[in-house]
């Protein structure tokens, strides 16, 4: 089996760390849901805890999206399947837990990571409609998915919800006011969370990136100047991975974090956030 991993994964990083995983398997026998799961952050995450055993659901709003990210690791040996799902849209995240449920038998792990971000500018700009926009797919949705989860932790007899907020939720960002007021949310929402879910065995933790390397960021460093700009806020003078957030979504996710619950951890690269 070992060998049969190694010739499997050799001369890739990422496979290497398959091989390694797999021995581990610190999730095996979990369920996983991560939305926004088909690029970047939520990509990343779904290969990690794929590769740390567990069986994942992946989602976003489009098909052909879905079709490719489940593709791309099923190639990698994965146990992963696709459902389409806007976080904004009940019947999606009830779909989404229908088909979790049928195709892997229940839910251990739940990741909300899906977010908007319409608006870039002065937070006194910001067009009156767009609040709610921001609101509804930030905070509301991942209300409601930690809500809807809950009775499928139950019957598993335990759980770990993961929310993916931000270093803004700290340091509100000049240009992206409203989206960083979301992000604040969601510590406030894991805090109001995590008593209720502590009496039923349901762990509840926040990561809050920095400045991660993704589409949704591009606006801070595809441009020579804006990317300067960026990474003269963070310590290590560099923007960061989605591959560096994804252990700790596993970790979070996993036993080896069984008494931590109510946390927010950082993975920022030393950008100034708090005391
Ligand atoms: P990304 O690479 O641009 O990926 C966005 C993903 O979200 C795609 O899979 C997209 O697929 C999906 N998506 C968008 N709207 C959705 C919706 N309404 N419902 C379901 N899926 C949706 O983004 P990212 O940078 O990884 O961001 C992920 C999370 O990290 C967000 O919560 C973001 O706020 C947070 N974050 C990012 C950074 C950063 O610097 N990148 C920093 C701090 C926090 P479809 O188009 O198919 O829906």
Redesign the pocket.
């Known amino acids: 089996m070992f060998s049969m991993l190694t010739r499997m994964t050799t001369g890739c990083h990422v496979g290497m760390r398959l091989a390694s995983s797999h021995i581990g398997g610190k999730l095996l026998g979990k369920v996983a849901i991560i939305?926004?799961?088909?690029?970047?952050?939520?990509?990343a995450a779904a290969r990690r805890l794929a590769q740390d055993g567990a069986k994942v659901m992946i989602?976003?709003?489009?098909q052909k999206?879905?079709h490719a990210a489940v593709r791309k690791l099923k190639n990698e040996h994965l146990n992963v399947a696709g459902v389409t799902?806007?976080?904004?849209h009940a019947e999606d995240r009830s779909t989404l837990f229908k088909e979790t449920l049928e195709q892997f038998g229940g839910i251990d792990i739940l990741v909300s990571?899906?977010?908007?971000?319409p608006v870039f500018g002065p937070i006194l700009d910001t067009p009156s409609d767009q609040p709610d926009k921001i609101f509804e797919?930030?905070v509301k949705?991942s209300f409601l998915l930690c809500k809807e989860v809950v009775p499928h932790m139950e019957a598993r007899g335990s759980g770990s919800v993961i929310l993916?907020?931000?270093?803004?939720a700290y340091a509100p960002m000049h240009l992206l006011g409203a989206?960083s007021v979301s992000?604040t949310a969601l510590i406030g929402l894991r805090k109001a969370l995590a008593p209720s879910l502590a009496d039923l065995n349901i762990r509840i933790n926040v990561i809050?990136?920095?400045?991660?390397?993704?589409?949704?960021?591009e606006a801070?460093w595809k441009n020579e100047t804006t990317r300067e700009l960026a990474e003269s806020t963070v310590l290590m003078k560099r923007i960061g991975t989605?591959e560096e957030c994804d252990g700790i979504v596993s970790f979070l996710a996993s036993d080896d974090a069984s008494y931590i619950t109510g946390e927010t951890i950082l993975i920022t690269g030393g950008m100034q956030a708090r005391l």
């Open positions: 939305t926004a799961s088909t690029d970047g952050i939520g990509f989602s976003s709003r489009k999206n879905v799902c806007h976080v904004g990571n899906a977010a908007v971000n797919i930030n949705s993916i907020s931000s270093i803004a989206y992000k809050a990136p920095g400045i991660i390397k993704t589409k949704f960021s801070l989605p």
